[in-house]
């Protein structure tokens, strides 16, 4: 049976709306989904901004899609992996698009994960001040959470994402298809942050996802498409009330990112700990730690492990063969970006599955205590 693509999502910001397109196929249809900003290309080539692996799989077909209309690619390779967020690839990147004559109507299309897209994403803000990008995110994680809502940013050897800007793009084509090579501990990684946005703000979302999460790892395309379209609706929303995370609405999206931060510092930031692992046993601590002080029944925290472990994603820290205390782990969330200057770190945390809050009274020596008990 055909499965039809979900509706379009509007992300609202005055005068800087625009749609994510969301299922299979959009990279074959792109000269039709992305015609305006692939026009001004008329005797130029169209400059794609391409992940190695994500051109080797998808490349082709958006290729292909634009040769219909007679239009041909500049290719500019990115390596994968977060080394290619640093200030010589983005030199190197805004000397090879400014050597096409790119100018500030121009859109670059960045195709690949969350590190292209925030490569390019940062290099068109400061390219002339501003030209516009296109994002054609190929991970789920991206697809869900990076492509939209217009975070850009390179890291430094302070940290990561230290050095951005907010940049909205000018269209998302979230293809699930290209969902279909990715391998399966990168797809249970972005699941962690779909599975987010249920914990955050939607039960109901939390609910389904506990009946039809082996379908969505599966690839199966409607429930991958549903999974993927009412993430997106729940980013755009955020987004649009609190595009700049000042308002608190925004950081809701961080649940998870404080207590996983600290995991991903420890385990330096490596293959050992994907960023959506990391994000998975940080919701099952935020998860622990809001029971711990009263605010969400047990069960309700080991409902949340047990959508988090049964999805094939680590959720005991214990687990993970670190040899450190929770001091330790504290210590990391001291260099946290969202620590405040007062040496306030906010936690996000859950009054109930669907109902994170955010915290300012959290004892961090009360949370070695209990990081000591997890690592146990
Ligand atoms: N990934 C968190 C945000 O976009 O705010």
């Known amino acids: ?77 990115v390596a994968p992996g977060e080394s290619s967020k640093s200030w010589e690839s983005l030199e190197r990147l805004t000397d090879w698009l400014l050597g096409l004559g790119i ?32 994002q054609l995110p190929t991970t789920l994680l991206s697809q869900v959470d990076s492509s939209v809502g217009g975070k850009t940013a390179i890291n430094t050897r302070a940290g990561k994402n230290l050095i951005g800007a907010f940049h909205q793009p000018s269209l998302v084509l979230a293809d699930t298809q290209t969902l279909d090579t990715l391998p399966d501990r990168e797809m249970r990684a972005g699941y962690a942050e779909v599975l987010k946005y249920g914990l955050l703000g939607d039960a109901e979302f939390f609910t389904w996802l506990e009946e039809n999460g082996t379908r969505v790892l599966a690839r199966e395309r409607e429930a991958l498409n549903e999974a993927v379209a009412t993430s997106i609706r729940a980013k755009a929303r955020i987004v649009a009330e609190d595009e700049r995370e000042t308002s608190g609405v925004r950081a809701l999206l961080n649940l998870g990112h404080t207590f996983g931060h600290a995991l991903e510092a420890e385990t330096g930031f490596s293959d050992q700990l994907l960023h959506g692992e990391a994000v998975a046993l940080g919701m099952v601590l935020a998860a622990r730690y809001s029971a711990r002080r009263g605010e969400l029944s047990e069960a309700d925290a080991e409902r949340a492990a047990t959508a988090i472990a049964g999805s094939g994603l680590p959720s005991e820290i214990s687990e993970l063969g670190m040899d450190c205390k929770g001091q330790r782990l504290v210590d990391h969330m001291l260099h946290d970006k969202k620590m405040e200057s007062s040496g306030t770190l906010p936690f996000l945390l859950l009054r109930g599955l669907g109902e994170a809050y955010m915290a300012r009274d959290v004892d961090l020596a009360d949370v070695a205590a209990f990081l000591d008990e997890e690592l146990k």
């Open 103 to 134: 100018t500030r109507s121009d859109h670059v299309f960045a195709l690949g994960g969350g590190v292209v897209g925030d490569l390019v994403g940062f290099a068109c803000s400061v390219l002339k001040r501003g030209c516009g990008f296109v």
């Open 1 to 77: 049976m055909a499965v039809t693509n979900p509706p379009p999502v509007r992300v609202e910001l005055s005068g800087r709306s625009y749609d994510v397109q969301i299922g299979q196929g959009l990279l074959d249809d792109a000269i039709v989904q992305a015609r305006d900003f692939i026009e001004p290309y008329a005797g130029r080539k169209v400059p794609v901004v391409a992940d190695v692996n994500a051109r080797k799989h998808h490349g082709e077909r958006f290729a292909a899609s634009l040769a219909s209309d007679g239009y041909e690619i500049a290719w500019y390779d």
